[in-house]
């Protein structure tokens, strides 16, 4: 973990959280943000980092959502949703870091995906580079959906959730994406 991965760590150890339950009108809860943050962090940067493509900004993004979920810890009601929140907040700061772009590069090259290092180039193979071009010009619900399920692993019902669409939705947008990538693919070959 970075320097500033340990230190929102730190600053986030235990975040209260109300839940509504039935036998009482208010419970309190505890949620380890700081064990949400040290299992998960690293696939969120993964996930911002495909969605951005580039390290800084994703790392930017992932630490802003969980600076706002430990903000509105006092909105949340239902603990076991914190992860989902996260990402949910990881995709919406990704699509605004794209929104921005978008409006500031709207006649430039189009984007190319980053190159850290001469190793690193030539460990990308040529089929992992299709791909990723065919899935960045996939539309952006299904490219989102596409990466949430497969690279993230996430169950239907999770992308879902991440998304905000009913499971139904995100099951015939993933449908729908990997047709679009498979048509890409054939074409591109």
């Known amino acids: 973990m970075t320097e500033a991965a340990d230190e929102v760590a730190g600053r986030l150890c235990y975040v209260e959280v109300e839940l509504l339950t039935q036998d009482e009108p208010l419970a309190r809860r505890q949620v380890d943000v700081a064990a949400i943050f040290a299992d998960h962090h690293v696939g969120l940067v993964r996930l911002a980092l495909i969605m951005v493509g580039d390290q800084a900004t994703a790392e930017d ?24 929140y996260v990402r949910s907040a990881v995709l919406n700061g990704c699509r605004s870091v794209l929104r921005r772009r978008a409006t500031v ?25 299709e791909v990723l071009l065919a899935l960045r010009e996939l539309p952006r619900r299904q490219r989102e959906a596409l990466t949430l399920r497969y690279y993230l ?17 995100a099951r015939s947008t993933i449908a729908r994406g990997l ?10 070959s």
């Open 61 to 84: 993004v992932v630490q802003e959502a969980f600076a706002r979920t430990h903000a509105g810890r006092g909105r949340l009601r239902d603990p076991d949703k914190a992860l989902v």
């Open 153 to 169: 692993d996430l169950a239907d019902q999770e992308t879902a959730e991440t998304m905000g669409i009913s499971a139904s939705t």
């Open 179 to 188: 047709a679009a990538l498979g048509r890409a693919l054939r074409e591109g």
């Open 105 to 129: 590069f709207r006649r430039a090259v189009p984007y190319e995906p980053p190159v850290w290092s001469a190793e690193s180039a030539a460990l990308l193979g040529e089929e992992r580079r």
